[in-house]
C-alpha cells in the first residue's frame, strides 16, 4: 500500500508547480502530527485546490440548504449472484486470504476503486489494509484503516472500515462536487428532498476529509458538536 501511496504522490508532484505547498502559513501535513502515514521519505502531498475549494463550497451549500438536493432513484446494478468468497492477495507478503463475501468481500473487492478514488480527492485519504491478511493481520479482526490528513491543517486521523455499510458510506466521499442530486438507491431511501439526510450526508464527508478542529472553522459544522 505504500508503495502505491508513493507512487500516487509522485505523480501528483509531476502535475503540481513546484513549491505549492506550504503556503499562507498553513503547515504542510506531516508536521501536526507523529502519526503521518507514508513519512518514509514521501513528499508532502497537497492535492487540487481548485478541487478542494469546490469541495468546501459544496458542503457549506449541502448545510445551507439541503431541501435544494433530491434524491432520484437510479437503476440497480448489483451483482445478481455475489461469489461466495473473494480472495485477498496481500501486497506486502504475498498470501492468499479468503474473505466470505457476507463478511468483508464486498471490501475486498472494492479495493481497486477505492485506491483510484482516493487518488482523485483533494484531499490525502491512505488506507492501510493488512489485516486483511491471515499473516500480517496478526488475528487483528478484518477490515481496513483509514488515514485522513485533514484538508485544512494536515494533521492525521484515523478511522476504520469493516462493515458492508461502512463500505457503502465511504462511496459518499467520491461524489463529484458541486453535488446537484443523490441517488436515492432502488428500495433505499424515498425520492424527493429529504433535508434531514442531505445534511447527513454532508456531515459524514466534511468529518472524514477534514478534521474536527477545522470543521467548525470551515463553517461545515456547528461549533462545539
Ligand atoms: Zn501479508
Ligand atoms: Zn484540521
Known sequence: MKRIGRLVATM????????????????????TSGTRSGADGAPSWKGDPEKRKALIESLRALRREPEKVEFHSAMCYKIARPPESVS????????????PWAGVGQIVEGLPYLERSLSELPVRITFDASSLCSTCGNGRPPGIEMTTECGECGKAFRWNVSTREEEDR????????PITSFDA????????????????????????????TCCPILGLKEAGR
Not at 465511504?170 to 462536487?177: C, G, I, M, T, V
Request: aromatic share 8%; glycine share 14%.
Open 12 to 31: 501528483l508532484m509531476g502535475v503540481l508547480p513546484a513549491g505549492g505547498q506550504a503556503q499562507e502559513g498553513i503547515l504542510p501535513p506531516g508536521e
Open 88 to 99: 485477498y492477495t496481500c501486497k506486502v507478503c504475498g498470501t492468499v486470504t479468503e474473505h
Open 170 to 177: 465511504l462511496r459518499l466521499l467520491f461524489l463529484r462536487h
Open 185 to 212: 438507491g432502488p428500495g433505499k431511501w424515498k425520492d424527493g428532498p429529504d433535508p434531514d439526510r442531505v445534511k447527513e450526508i454532508a456531515e459524514y464527508i466534511s468529518s472524514h476529509m477534514f478534521c474536527e
